[in-house]
T-cell receptor, first 109, second 117 residues
């Protein structure tokens, strides 16, 4: 079956760095997405990786290793507003998005 | 970036009534839109794929007669929850992919929170 694994919850300190991991097993691969979702709101797009390596976008970076079925989202200089759930999603061979359950990130002062 | 608008944001209704939720792509055409529901502290669950000009494709376990989807134009898809019951209370979210094709960024509407009394 298809499976996306990511930690349920993480806690980090304001100003620090946090890495949220995502491992996947899917039928084919057409890219991996990271989304941010604040409580009660719809997800917003953060990043898209389809090739191996690191994609940097401001304070957020996303890494992909297709051979390992692994990705991570790196958040630097954490701010209180970064407290949210972070969803990992993989597009399979049928171009369907398979969603992880999300990682709730708690930022403490 | 592309904008997807969803309406209404909140709706409270009595059990047995029907509720319609609209999803519009404001600055791009979307031949395909997706409808999700999300229960508290759970991930998105794809309900159906809405195809412009044709019938929607429903995921296994989703009742097509209960969740009616209409994609009448390239910028509008609607989800109607018919004869709603308290167990239908959930957060319903639509999304659309800009740029055509099967890949690329997926934009989400703001979501609609349905509460059935």
């Amino acid at each position: 079956g298809q499976n996306i694994d990511q930690p349920t919850e993480m806690t980090a300190t304001e100003g620090a760095i946090v890495q949220i991991n995502c491992t996947y097993q899917t039928s084919g691969f057409n890219g991996l997405f990271w989304y941010q979702q604040h409580a009660g709101e719809a997800p917003t797009f953060l990043s898209y990786n389809v090739l191996d390596g690191l994609e940097e976008k401001g304070r957020f970076s996303s890494f992909l290793s297709r051979s390992k079925g692994y990705s991570y989202l790196l958040l630097k200089e954490l701010q209180m507003k970064d407290s949210a759930s972070y969803l990992c999603a993989v597009m399979d061979s049928n171009y369907q998005l398979i969603w992880g359950a999300g990682t709730k990130l708690i930022i403490k002062p | 970036g592309a904008v997807v608008s969803q309406h209404p944001s909140w709706v409270i209704c009595k059990s047995g009534t029907s509720v319609k939720i609209e999803c519009r792509s404001l600055d791009f055409q979307a031949t395909t839109m997706f409808w999700y529901r999300q229960f508290p502290k759970q991930s998105l669950m794809l309900m159906a794929t809405s195809n412009e000009g044709s019938k929607a494709t429903y995921e296994q376990g989703v009742e097509k007669d209960k969740f009616l989807i209409n994609h009448a134009s390239l910028t509008l898809s609607t989800l109607t929850v018919t004869s709603a019951h308290p167990e239908d209370s959930s957060f319903y979210i639509c999304s659309a992919r800009a740029g055509g094709g099967d890949t690329g960024e997926l934009f989400f509407g703001e979501g609609s929170r349905l509460t059935v009394l």
